[in-house]
Every structure is written in C-alpha cells, then in structure tokens.
C-alpha cells in the first residue's frame, strides 16, 4: 500500500493574534476527518507583524508537531508571504488559505476530493459576496471591469487565493522571478485546468481586515501592469487623440483669425487644449514610469523576503530564492511578547 500522501497548508497572516488560535482550533478539527488518508504540514508564515502574531504561532507549533512557523524580518506583503511558504513546503499537495475564517476550514476535504480527479488545480469560487466597506466594493468593480478589458489573461473575479495546487504547480511558481507578484494571475496565466469548488465566505467575527483601500490599488496596479502591454499602446492613443483635437483647435484658430475679428472664444478653446494635451503627455509619462520602475525594481535583484525566523531551523541560512550572498536572520525570535 502507497504512502499517504503529504499536503502542505500554507496560511499567511498579519496581525492576526486574535483569531489564529481560534483558526487552528477549526483547521485541526476539519484534518481530522481525513488524517488516515492523508500527512499533513501546517506552515505559518507571520509577514512581519508587530503585535503577538508570532508569539501565538510559536505556542501553536510547540502544542503540534505539524505545524513549521516562518516569520518575515518585515511586512513585505501576503504575495511574498505566500511565496515564502511555497518555497519551504514540503507537500506532494499544497493548499494556500487566509487565516481570518472568511476561508472555511471546512472545504479541505472537498478540495482534496477534487484533486484525485487528473487536474493540478482546485480553485474556490466566491459566491454573494461583497467586501466590507464601499471604497473596497467599487474599487474592486472598477478594478475587475479595467482588468478584463486590458488584460491579455482572463483573471476571474470570483476566484481567491484559496486553492489547491499540486507540486508540479508550485515549483512553476517558485521559479518564476517576479518582483511584482499576483498569485490569482500567475494561476491564471499558467494555464492549467482546474476544478472549482463554491463557498460562500464568513464574516470576520475576531480582528479587523488588515486590506486597505491603498492596498487594493496597489494590487491593482502590479497586476495591470504584470499582466498586460495594453496601457502602452494607450498612452499612443491618448496622445493621437490630443494631437488630433489639437490640429483641429489650430486650423480653427486660422480661420477665425483670417475671416473674424473677435477672438475670445479661441483664447477659451485654447487654454482647454492645452490642458488636455499636458494632461496627456502626463499620463502618458506616468504609464511609462510604471513599466520602467518595475523593470528597475527586477534587474536589482533583491529578494521578494527575507527571513527572521523558522521553527525548523537553529542556524542563519541562506534565502531559499536568492543568491548566496544574501543572509537571512538568525532564527531565533524575541523575546518579548512569548506566550507561555
């Protein structure tokens, strides 16, 4: 008889030392019901967090062997966080899942069912869901709408970041060098087929979302300008179309000039021009510094993360996805904010 097979957990979290013991309570309860069929790691990856996050989840590993905690040396961000975890997994499956709850334990079971099928992927389908606060709901509609029409992948938006990949997957994402990661487009644009399972998500009951407004247009903008070469070409657009407004506003003054002697309304029509013309010269700068900061931002090479801390190991080691010559720190954590 096989071995069972070993299914990695990875669960990011940041300031979350509220709800992780609660949140463990319901993942070990749910692994229950399949540990004869399955091993499982359950990998804690604190992103930098400045309260007891990682304190609780030192405790939690001490109480289960299953569980490996890492912590980043700063808030480097949840795409870096899952990185992180993918990297240091072990598991012939992996699972990624938030750990606020609002992703149900309870679907493992489920989306491990739908893995025996001959897919690499099982994806989690939100369904009547809409994110706490207004600015997040249009945000997100506004986002999603720009998203499909100039994206050159098709990003679902019902689709999370809970899902399951197995280990052919995940070593295809950790090779890739993005310095601007979107875990949802790198799914996405990889290819493969996949198997859905809907859930409906929770209300957060403990703690508070730690996802910002400003946080949402940064996602939006790494994954705008990672996935798609269409804002270039409408930079060139824009400025056709100010040149075009701007020739036709200068044969106009021509001939009010030749056949009018009144030129007040020109002088109008010509400040506007020039406003729109500045105004798309800007934009299309700004376009173009995006694509160059993130070009900039790639070819320095710097790590996505780096680690302080990891249960599993005593001595410094090296980043798991960078050269040699950059360390990580030692992994022994602080001392203050322990919980016995």
């Known amino acids: 008889m096989a071995d069972p097979l070993l299914v990695s957990i990875i669960c990011p979290a940041f300031r979350e030392q509220e709800v992780l013991p609660h949140f463990h309570i319901e993942l070990s309860r749910v692994l229950a019901t399949v540990a004869t069929q399955y091993h ?3 990998i804690y990856v604190d992103d930098g967090s400045r309260d007891a996050t990682l304190s609780v989840m030192r405790k939690i590993a001490r109480d289960d062997s299953r569980v490996r905690v890492l912590s980043l040396a700063r ?22 899942m938030d750990t606020d709850l609002q992703h149900p334990p309870e679907l493992i079971p489920s989306l491990l069912e739908k893995a025996k099928e001959p897919v690499d992927l099982v994806v989690t389908v939100r369904q009547d869901y809409q994110k706490p606060g207004l600015l997040n709901q249009v945000g997100t509609q506004i986002f999603y709408r720009i998203l499909d029409s100039l994206s050159e992948i098709q990003i679902r938006r019902e689709t999370s970041d809970y899902l399951l990949m197995t280990r052919k997957v995940a070593d295809l994402l ?12 790198l799914i996405h644009w990889l290819g493969f087929a996949y198997l859905e399972v809907p859930f409906r998500p929770k209300e957060r009951t403990l703690g508070e979302t730690k996802f910002s407004f400003g946080q949402l247009i940064r996602l939006g903008k790494d994954c705008l300008f990672s996935f798609s070469k269409k ?4 930079a060139t657009t824009f400025g056709s179309i100010a040149l075009g407004v701007g020739l036709i506003w200068a044969v106009a003054g021509l001939v009010q000039m030749l056949f009018s ?24 700068i700004g376009i173009l510094g995006e694509y160059l900061g ?7 090479c710097r790590p996505n993360y780096l680690l302080k801390y990891d249960s599993r190991q005593a001595e410094p080691h090296h980043a798991a996805h960078q050269s040699p010559h950059i360390k990580v720190f030692q992994a022994s954590a602080p001392a203050e904010q322990e919980i016995a």
Do not use: C
């Open 75 to 96: 808030n480097f961000g949840k795409e870096a966080a899952l990185q992180a975890g993918l990297e240091h997994a072990q598991g012939d499956l992996l699972i990624t």
């Open 231 to 234: 804002p270039l070409t409408l």
């Open 294 to 300: 993130r070009i900039w931002e790639q070819v320095r």
């Open 40 to 42: 499982f790691e359950i």
């Open 174 to 185: 950790i090779q890739m060098p993005e310095k601007h990661r979107f875990m949802k487009g």
């Open 261 to 284: 002697s009144g030129g007040s309304w020109m002088a109008y029509y010509m400040i506007v021009s020039s406003h729109v013309l500045a105004g798309a010269v800007l934009l299309a």
